[in-house]
């Protein structure tokens, strides 16, 4: 018999195999000091453009006086239980309603992550005679949601409304043999990596031909997108078919937990139906009593949302006119498209952060096809126009640096953390 442990161990998986050199650098990075646009990393200062903090609101100082007050007040135990059972409190509610109002819902359901909360959603409301059908770059937690669905599931090429109708026809196809079942479409308001955001008008449309109901992820889109801030949704003039919304606190709220948002009656079900709320303790009351705060700043300060749309665009603007390809992102997530390997990728990453000070993620093999390098940047109201300029020259330096082939090594540079 195979020890488990052993086998553990031949094989860390695809970038667990470099943590001897990439521990605490590459990956696990710890950036200190005050959430912003500056922090520091390994005792320099950086700009950091590695985090979803759209709208700046984690270091916003009402933000983090109602999150003292919060626990001061409550402490992290309150209330103790699951919400069912004994961990219900009039803030989760106040919470839900505000949030389902904004969104233009009846109700919502507050959950403790959202990873969690959108599997469980599926789990509680796909039956094994229902079909998905699904865009193929959704998130990590639609995909791992669709592990639980016992029926079939149909992916539809990103963000392609006809193949989507193709799959729905399948879907309608199946269905009608086995004579039970219904279709349920999910798709992400903003994809995290592209930046493109999800065809929703365009699938909603589809509701013209084919019977489903439709669950939106619009992490990156709640607080960055709409007149309002409302989300994805809004922006594209059909929030009203949505018919189940979803996003995290953790991007523009700058927060733990999320919350799902639909009709009165399919919310009440999946209150009493999903597993992961059930069985788990509620949201503690420092993070609803901050989750209040973030949602009446983001509601009514606009202003930081334009403030966020500026630095993007300023962003976005000055690479293109740079030469560099950001893909098309119509959102605030800001993509730079790149040529080569994981090594060179890393050593020019170590230029970025040891030279020029810039601190930013990126994603390689086998997230992305061999050879190709993705810079992700997430501009937040936060940043400042000297914060853009200083990107730029740095980006700019590195591509041609990278272009003429010296980021060239073998290994990934040894950076790690003693350990
Ligand atoms: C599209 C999307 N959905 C869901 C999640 C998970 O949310 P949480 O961090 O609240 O678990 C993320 C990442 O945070 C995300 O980008």
């Given amino acids: ?102 969104v233009e819902k009846e109700d919502s359901i507050l959950m403790n992550y959202g990873y969690q909360g959108i599997m469980s959603t599926i789990d509680a409301i796909c039956g094994r005679h229902d079909v998905v059908v699904y865009d193929a770059e959704s998130h990590a937690c639609i995909i791992d949601g669709l592990r639980l669905h016992p029926g079939h599931r149909y992916v539809f090429k990103h963000n392609d409304v006809a193949d989507c109708a193709k799959q729905l026809e399948r879907a309608t196809a199946l269905i009608e043999k086995q004579n039970s079942g219904g279709i349920l479409v999910i798709t992400e308001g903003v994809f995290g990596m592209a930046g493109d955001q999800g065809k929703l008008k365009e699938i909603v449309a589809l509701k013209a031909n084919y019977d489903f109901r439709l669950l939106v992820d619009d992490a990156h889109g709640f607080g960055t997108l709409g007149k309002t801030g409302a989300g994805a949704g809004e922006e594209q003039g059909c929030q009203n078919e949505i018919d189940l919304y979803f996003s995290t606190f953790a991007k523009s709220m700058a927060s733990i937990g999320a919350f799902l948002a639909g009709p009165k009656t399919i919310i009440d079900y999946i209150r009493y139906n999903i597993r992961s709320q059930i069985f788990a303790k509620s949201l503690p009351m420092p993070y609803v009593i901050g989750n209040l705060k973030r949602l009446e700043l983001l509601r009514n300060h606009l202003e930081l949302k334009d403030k966020l749309w500026s630095n993007a665009l300023k962003l976005q603007k000055g690479l293109k006119e740079r030469g560099f390809d950001i893909g098309k992102t119509d959102s605030v997530v800001t ?85």
């Fill in 1 to 102: 018999m195979a020890d488990i442990f052993d086998r553990l161990i031949k094989n860390y998986g695809p970038i667990g195999q470099h943590r001897e050199r990439a521990h605490g650098y590459f990956a696990f990075p710890k950036l200190e000091g005050e959430i912003g646009n500056r922090m520091r990393f390994r005792g320099k200062e950086m700009i950091v453009w590695s985090l979803n903090n759209y709208l700046g609101l984690a270091n916003h100082p009402e933000v983090r006086k109602s999150d003292a007050d919060g626990a001061t007040e409550y402490g992290l135990a309150l209330p103790m239980g699951a919400r069912m059972m004994s961990g219900n409190s009039n803030f989760h509610e106040q919470l839900e309603a505000e949030l389902a109002s904004f």
């Fill in 335 to 419: 993509p730079i498209y790149m040529k080569g390997g994981v090594e060179e990728a890393t050593a020019m990453v170590m230029d970025l952060r040891e030279n020029y000070h810039i601190f930013c993620s990126i994603v390689v093999y086998p997230v992305i096809p061999k050879g190709h390098i993705i810079y992700r940047l997430i501009p937040t109201a936060a940043h400042t126009d000297i914060d853009i300029e200083e990107t730029l020259k740095a980006f700019s330096e590195t591509k041609e640096k990278l272009e003429a082939g010296a980021y060239q090594v073998t290994m990934i540079p040894d950076m790690a953390d003693a350990r």
